[in-house]
């Protein structure tokens, strides 16, 4: 199985991302474990394959696993195979990951949801270079470098005893930090027309036009949680729903789900579970992130001394409201609603009725 010479496409120039670049340069030609550690959407998979194809095992097999899509009987036989008639249903020998990568790297992803006695083999390995196959007792040597991933803080579940400590120190030789992409904003620009002109390539278009200001300011603006991957699926298809291919964009679409006909759950229906914006925005929030609860109020606004609109008064209060929440969370409306105790379709009601919506600051 063998690899193209080529390293994947990692496009940047800011200056933490070629920092980045640096470090991955100096630790692709050691042949020892590596960790890659970044939030959801920044790439991890990406940067573990330049860490390959930038070593002497370039030409040797790049094996994937993702570690949280199986159980942990059916990651033990993928990582380690089967012998036949190990279990019920094993017709025939079944080869690992392991030994499908030897001479190469085996890339280990969401390797943090992996159980206690996985990690135990998988150290076996690390250390020896040597395991058993599940029902066998023949030893398998192989030569495989270990290329893991996560998202999880490995040290803090090490000293909770929810991952063991000694495959951390083996895992952790060298720890390559990817940075979410609120922290490259100067690279949005440059990622934006990569994807905007793959995309526009796609659909047979004869050119990228590009964002109109106003739409390029918005994505400047946007905190991109899903990082990277986030921001290739909003210009894409920014670009499809296109209306002229040959004039600037000028619509950013941030959230496909948000439709004033999209169904909620109406006040009191106790069948109904999360609105599912709040589900989403909870699964989808990165591990070392803290939930925002309803905030208090500051202090009260003194009562006028004389007579006054009331309506006016309150729709004051609440329009700050709105403004503050909205900035205390960098205009990401999902966070500000949670913040003030609402759901995501309360809170745009509000700003429609306030006519907030697409404000990226109070003085606007």
């Not at 496409?9 to 980045?20: I, N, T």
């Not at 400590?165 to 620009?189: G, K």
């Not at 036009?209 to 921001?231: D, V």
């Not at 006054?308 to 929440?325: I, T, Y």
Request: proline content about 7%; overall charge neutral.
């Amino acid at each position: 199985m063998a690899s193209s010479a080529t390293p994947p496409s990692l496009v940047g120039q800011a200056a933490s991302f070629l920092q980045l670049m640096e470090h991955v340069s100096r630790a692709a030609p050691l042949n020892r474990p590596t960790l890659v550690i970044g939030e959801r959407g920044t790439g991890k998979e990406l940067v573990a394959a330049r860490l390959h194809y930038l070593s002497s095992r370039w030409d040797k097999p790049f094996i994937k696993l993702n570690c949280a899509a199986l159980s942990e009987t059916l990651l033990e036989t993928e990582l380690f195979g089967h012998e036949q008639g190990a279990f019920t249903g094993a017709a025939k020998r079944h080869v690992g990951r392991f030994e499908l990568a030897d001479g190469g790297t085996l890339f280990l992803d969401e390797i943090a949801t992996s159980s206690a006695s996985v990690q135990e083999k998988i150290l076996r390995v690390i250390e020896y270079g040597e395991f058993e196959r599940v029902g066998g007792t023949q030893t398998v040597s192989v030569d495989v470098r270990v290329v893991g991933a996560t998202n999880a803080d490995l040290p803090r579940m090490a000293s909770a005893g929810k991952f063991r400590a000694d495959l951390l120190d083996r895992l952790s030789f060298d720890v390559v930090t990817i940075p979410p992409l609120r922290a490259r904003a100067d690279d949005i620009p440059m990622l934006v027309d990569h994807f905007g002109i793959a995309m526009a390539r796609e659909l047979g278009r004869p050119f990228f036009p590009g964002f109109a200001p106003k739409a390029m300011s918005q994505l400047l603006a946007y905190p991109w949680p899903g990082n990277i991957r986030e921001l290739k699926n909003v210009v894409e298809r920014a670009v499809y729903r296109a209306q002229g291919a040959e004039r600037p964009i000028d619509e950013v679409i941030f959230d496909p789900f948000d439709s004033p006909f999209r169904p909620v759950a109406m006040p009191g229906d106790r069948r109904a579970g999360p609105a599912p914006a709040e589900e989403a925005e909870a699964e989808a929030a990165p591990a070392s992130s803290t939930t925002l609860g309803p905030t208090a109020p500051g202090p009260a606004t003194a009562a006028p001394s004389g007579p006054c609109n009331f309506l006016e008064q309150v729709a004051d209060f609440e329009k700050a409201l709105l403004r503050a929440a909205l900035e205390r969370n960098q205009f990401h409306q999902k966070r500000a609603a949670a913040d003030l105790g609402l759901n995501y379709h309360q809170f745009r009601g509000y700003l429609r009725k306030y006519e907030l919506l697409d404000r990226r600051s109070a003085a606007e």
